[in-house]
């Protein structure tokens, strides 16, 4: 389950749940190599130290490393979605449990993960040429906490 380049999450102590929560919200993903600590007495005998996963083809590492690192928006992880449907799919269960909206279809998990839910959509919208058009979708997504794929297409048409 190696790739070349793989996210490596520093947690306090709940990667396990972490691990197991992404991996249900995700398609196509499974748990990977799991690490626990034994006898040696440098955690709790049976805790997770390291745990892999693959998300929807993507591999994750992640670390209880205790509560020294957090994270921040400095670093987020974007999704790109096909569909209204998808957004919504990705937000609701991201957000659940304590996480919390933000503005442009950003969000942080209730493990403060920051992600971004995004339709494929937008960048095409975004980038027309006609730039009105672009610039009208961007006062619509500005105004946005989770994005309304169809608020974007109104936008985009002037209406």
């Known amino acids: 389950m190696q790739t070349k380049i793989a996210p490596f999450l520093w947690f306090d102590d709940n990667a396990e749940a972490a691990m197991n929560f992404y991996v249900s ?4 993903s499974r748990v990977g190599a799991v690490s626990r600590y034994g006898d040696e007495g440098l955690g709790p005998k049976g805790v997770v130290i390291t745990a892999s996963c ?15 690192f ?16 998808e957004v919504d799919h990705y ?3 991201l957000i659940a449990g304590g996480g919390a909206p933000s503005q442009c ?3 942080k998990d209730k493990f403060g993960l920051s992600w971004q839910v995004v339709p494929r959509v937008l ?11 672009a610039g009208r979708v961007m006062q619509a997504l500005l105004k946005m906490t989770k994005i309304d794929v169809a608020e974007l297409h109104r936008a985009h048409a002037g209406r």
């Open 25 to 28: 919200v995700f398609p196509d």
């Open 123 to 133: 960048s095409e919208l975004m980038s027309d040429t006609d730039r009105a058009k």
């Open 54 to 68: 693959l998300l929807n083809g993507q591999e994750f590492i992640l670390l209880n490393g205790g509560p020294r």
């Open 91 to 93: 937000w609701d269960a």
């Open 105 to 107: 279809g950003w969000l």
């Open 70 to 85: 957090k994270f921040t928006e400095a670093v987020s992880f974007l999704i790109h979605c096909d569909d209204q449907r």
